[in-house]
């Protein structure tokens, strides 16, 4: 198993930063990739960015390119979500998760998932 716990979420004004922060514990040998992804109120689950724990690399949608970076510390057993120049629709709940598998794109494909995390941007 694999926990994972997620920090760093708040308020902030549009055009503000946040930095997100996603620790994992347990059997973190296991994981091939971690992921953030964002569950705004009426709207599905959508992926943010992902990043492989053993490479580095990364993938991000579109509407998050140029602003948001993700990054880890294998070290730490963390993984990190800047998030610059905030827009009032990146609000949402932001979770981490892993997966043991090849890297993906689809939420239901991974294995573990953080208790989430808020970031309201205000106007």
């Known amino acids: 198993q694999v926990q994972l716990v997620e920090s760093g979420g708040g308020l902030v004004q549009a055009g503000g930063s946040l930095r997100l922060s996603c620790a994992a514990s347990?059997?973190?040998?296991?994981?091939?990739?971690m992921g953030w992804f964002r569950h705004a109120p009426g709207k599905a689950r959508d992926l943010v960015a992902t990043?492989?724990?053993?490479?580095?690399?990364?993938y991000y949608v579109d509407s998050v390119k140029g602003r948001f970076t993700i990054s880890r510390d294998n070290a730490k057993n963390t993984v990190y979500l800047q998030m610059n120049s905030l827009k009032p629709e990146d609000t949402a709940v932001y979770y981490c998760?892993?997966?043991?598998?090849?890297?993906?794109?689809?939420?239901?494909?991974?294995?573990?998932w953080g208790q989430g995390t808020q970031v309201t941007v205000s106007s």
């Open positions: 998760a892993a997966t043991r598998g090849a890297t993906t794109t689809w939420a239901y494909e991974y294995d573990y």
């Open positions: 347990g059997r973190t040998f296991s994981i091939n990739t």
């Open positions: 990043i492989s724990w053993s490479t580095g690399s990364t």
